[in-house]
């Protein structure tokens, strides 16, 4: 690892170093966990990590070492911290369709050509997708199995992401998903903003029901609360 990658870890671990302080402790007396970097592995076990790490991998550039840090956070939180991460400067790089997990099975739901709506994801750059999925656990902190889901379905159409994938060279000059219906393929640094817009483009509605589960949308949170929409299961409704 060169001296400009070693100096940002060693930045990254001094500040880890760092406490909310007493003030943040009595308002928050439940987030007493993260105001210590090391109350699941200790100093040395995290020195094991790191050695072992980069014994089998090379960090070479910037998406190396971006996979290299946020492995380092998921290890250190274990599933207890479902938010901390890092993210490139550049992050809004996506690609324009949507991924959802249907009964164990990964599936391009919208898509900008819609010939591949509802086909089974089954490569990324001729990586399977178990492959892949196990590189994006093991830098994804998540508390329970439905939030990494629903994190693999925001990562898997993510430039940075991807590119940041030991199994998919960095260097590549598209992006190709095989299908059960065909290959959909992007340029790697094409923007598809508009595209993807409209596969996002939603009529807003406060609630609504679907697949047994009341889902409601709030317009904006408290900069307080993480939490974006609110998932509760009612089947007694339907």
């Known amino acids: ?17 760092s406490k909310r302080g ?40 910037d998406y190396d070492f971006y996979y290299f840090m946020n492995c380092i956070i998921k290890y250190m939180s274990g599933r207890i911290d479902a ?5 490139m400067s550049n992050n809004d790089n996506a690609y324009p369709l949507s991924i959802q997990a249907i009964n164990n099975k990964l599936y391009v739901t919208k898509c900008s050509n819609e010939k591949y709506s509802y086909s089974e994801l089954l490569e990324i750059n001729k990586v399977s997708i178990k492959k892949i999925i196990e590189e994006v656990e093991k ?19 993510d430039k ?17 998903y095989k299908t059960s219906k065909g290959i959909i393929k992007y340029e790697i ?28 949308k709030y317009p904006k949170c408290p900069a307080k609360y993480f939490l974006a929409s609110l998932l509760v299961n009612f089947p007694s409704l339907i």
Not at 29 to 40: A, W
Not at 192 to 210: G, N, P, T, V
């Open 189 to 216: 640094n094409k923007d598809y903003s508009k595209e993807l817009a409209l596969i996002r483009k939603e009529d807003f509605k406060q609630y609504q029901i679907k697949d047994n589960i009341l889902i409601f």
């Open 139 to 157: 830098f994804t902190s998540y508390g329970t199995p439905n939030w990494f889901l629903n994190r693999l379905h925001f990562y898997l159409n």
């Open 83 to 87: 938010h901390t991460r890092i993210v």
């Open 22 to 61: 007493k003030e943040l402790d009595k308002k928050y007396p439940n987030e007493s966990m993260h105001l210590d970097f090391y109350f699941l592995h200790s100093k040395n076990e995290l020195k094991d990590f790191i050695n072992t790490f980069l014994k089998l991998h090379k960090i070479n550039d």
């Open 160 to 176: 940075n992401i991807l590119l940041s994938l030991p199994s998919i060279k960095n260097n590549a000059k598209y992006i190709e």
């Open 1 to 17: 690892m060169n001296e400009r990658y070693q100096e940002d870890l060693d930045y990254f671990l001094n500040f880890a170093e």
